[in-house]
């Protein structure tokens, strides 16, 4: 079956540092990928998408290339701030199918 | 408008009650969704309708859950004899149908928290 794979938390970063969180998939086919976030208190929040391979998705700093080959969309950021600490979670959607397939979801923390 | 709005926030019942969830939608999306987290897991699926049409039910969705949305606008979540292990945050999502479009986002609300004692 499908499933998304992503990285254990916590990540605990200084403010400015560089941001990588890994995220791989097991599907067949060619899904669309996305990065939801979930700050504290908060429902979860479309992040950034990417639908086929080699597309890179961008919002806020943000960003992940759908990498057919490694079968991954790794999220990354240059310059993390405070405000950047939430759960971050990977999915999956197939074209034409309604549901997401999330992965565990990894929590972020940014201390000044 | 204001997003999708669940209710109650939170829920506390004792095992072998019965409840019952609302989730509002985006006003002009036609689908609802449902999915259960549990803690350290991500979101998983467990129904979904468009409009009043419940089009795909996960086998998450034991005997004891039901979900309706009889005019195709709320959406209610019913667990009858809850049982410890349906201690989970509720999430609804709603998204738009695009004809002949694809990419859908889903838009979540805030979660129901329920602890089963």
């Known amino acids: 079956g499908n499933s998304v794979t992503q990285m254990e938390g916590p990540v605990t970063l200084s403010e400015e540092a560089f941001l990588t969180i890994n995220c791989t998939y097991t599907?067949?086919?060619?899904?669309?990928l996305f990065w939801y976030v979930q700050y504290p208190g908060e429902g979860l929040q479309l992040l950034l998408k990417?639908?086929?391979?080699?597309d890179k998705g961008s919002n806020k700093g943000f960003e992940a290339t759908y990498r057919k080959e490694t079968t991954s969309f790794h999220l990354e950021k240059g310059s993390v701030q405070v405000s950047d600490s939430a759960v971050y979670f990977c999915a999956l959607r197939y074209s034409g199918y309604s549901t997401l397939t999330f992965g565990k979801g990894t929590m972020l923390l940014v201390s000044p | 408008d204001t997003g999708v709005s669940q209710d109650p926030r939170h829920k506390i019942t004792k095992r072998g009650q019965n409840v019952t969830f609302r989730c509002d939608p985006i006003s002009e999306h036609n689908r609802l969704y449902w999915y259960r987290q549990t803690l350290g897991q991500g979101p998983e699926f467990l129904t979904y309708?468009?409009?009043?049409?419940?089009?795909?039910k996960s086998r998450l969705l034991s005997d004891r859950f039901s979900a309706e949305r009889p005019k195709g606008s709320f959406s209610t979540l019913e667990i009858q004899r809850t049982e410890q292990g349906d201690s989970a945050m509720y999430l609804c999502?709603?998204?738009?149908?695009?004809?002949?479009?694809?990419?859908?986002?889903?838009?979540f609300g805030p979660g129901t928290r329920l602890t089963v004692t």
């Open positions: 990417a639908t086929k391979a080699d």
């Open positions: 999502a709603s998204s738009p149908m695009i004809a002949g479009g694809d990419i859908y986002e889903q838009y």
């Open positions: 599907a067949t086919g060619y899904p669309s």
């Open positions: 309708f468009q409009n009043e049409a419940q089009l795909e």
